[in-house]
C-alpha cells in the first residue's frame, strides 16, 4: 500500500480538482496505475452485478502537466483498455461504456480538438472487439461524439439529465416535456440507446420513473406519459386520473416561472386530495412528493411577494420548518435556508428561462 503522503508528493496531479480539495493522481506516472488499479477493481468488486460500468473523462486528458500535455488522447485510452477489462473481468456479461462528456467542453477551454482522434485511437486499440464498448455523450448537444462514434461503428448511447444538477433545487421537478423530446430525438437519430442519469434524492423519484417510460416509448405524448407515470407510481387508476393532471400544473408552474402566490397552495391541496384516496402503502410512497409541494409552497409564495423583504423574511424561516419537519429533506434544512434566496430567484425566473 502507498502510503497517502507519497501519492500527494510523487504522483501528484496537476489539475483544477485538486485545488478544490478532490485527491487527484497523474496517469502519466507509471506509479499512478497500481494504485489506480487497486481502487477501482475494489469498487468494481462491490458493484459487480450491474448491468453496466462506465467511464467518464471528467479530466482533459491525464493531467494538466507538461507530460500529460503531449498526448491527451494517451492516458485516456489506457483507462478505456485498462479498466474494461478490469470490468469484464468482474463480470463479462456487462456493457462497457465510455463517456465523450466533456471532451468537447475541455476542447473550448484548451483550444485544441483531439475528442475525433480520440475516437480513432480507441477504435485501433480495441480493433475487432469495438462493438463490445458503447460511447456514451449528450443527447442535447451539438457538438457532442454520438454521431462521430456511430460513423466510426462504435454503439452509441446517448445520455440525458431530466433537471440542472449543478443547483440545489431537490424538489420534484416533472419533465414530461423535456424528457418527451429528448427521447424521441435519441430515437430518431438511430443511436442504440438512452440513459437517464438521477442524481436526487426519493422526491425526485417520479421524474426517474416518468424518464424511464419516456425512453421505453418515446411516442408518448406529454399527457401519456404523465398519466403512464401517475399509474405507476400510485398504483391505482383512480388516483392516478387525478394525479396526472396535477404533474403537469406542477410541470408548467416550475418552467414558466412568476407563479401567483397561491399557485404552490393548490398544488399541494391537490396533492393531499390524492393522498387521501390512496391505500396507506401507496400514501407512504407519495410522502416525499407532498413534501416537494410543501416547500414549493412557500417558495411560489416567496416569489410573489419578492419586493417585500418583511414577508420574505418569514417565509424563509417558514421554508426551514418545513424542510426540518420531512424525513426527506431534514438533511437539507441548513443548506436549504442558505440557499432560500437563490431558490426564489429560479422560482420567479422559471426553469425554463434559466436552465433549460
Known sequence: MIAPIALRSVLHSDIEYVKHGFPCICPS????????????????????????????????????????RRDLCGPLVRQA??????????????????????????????????????????????????????????????????????????????????????????????????LRETAARI?????????????????????????ALALWNPRSSEDELAQATAVRFTGEETAARQLAPVLRKWEKLLLDGNPGAEAGGHLRREVEKVMSRLPEESRRRMEPILDSARAIEVLAAAAAAKHDSARQRELAVRFRVVLEASPTFRAFAAQGAAEFPHLVEWMTIGWKGRHF
Open 29 to 68: 506516472k507509471e506509479g499512478s496505475w497500481p494504485v489506480m488499479r487497486q481502487v477501482y477493481s475494489h469498487e468494481l468488486e462491490w458493484f459487480k452485478a450491474a448491468d453496466g460500468f462506465q467511464l467518464w473523462f471528467y479530466d482533459p486528458g491525464g493531467c494538466m502537466c507538461e507530460r500529460c
Open 81 to 178: 483498455e485498462e479498466f474494461s477489462r478490469l470490468a469484464w473481468g468482474k463480470n463479462p456479461c456487462a456493457e462497457f461504456q465510455v463517456s465523450m462528456w466533456p471532451i468537447w467542453e475541455w476542447e473550448a477551454r484548451l483550444g485544441r480538438r483531439y475528442g475525433v482522434e480520440l475516437l480513432d485511437r480507441l477504435r485501433s486499440c480495441f480493433a475487432e472487439n469495438h462493438r463490445q464498448i458503447a460511447i456514451v455523450d449528450s443527447a442535447e448537444v451539438p457538438g457532442s461524439f454520438l454521431d462521430a462514434a456511430k460513423g466510426r461503428g462504435f454503439r452509441t448511447q446517448a445520455f440525458l439529465f431530466s433537471a440542472d444538477v449543478e443547483t440545489p433545487f431537490v424538489f420534484l421537478n416533472p419533465q414530461f416535456g423535456y
Open 187 to 211: 430515437a430518431a437519430k438511430g443511436y442504440d440507446g438512452g440513459l437517464l442519469h438521477s442524481l436526487s434524492p426519493g422526491s425526485k423519484m417520479l421524474s426517474t420513473l416518468a424518464g
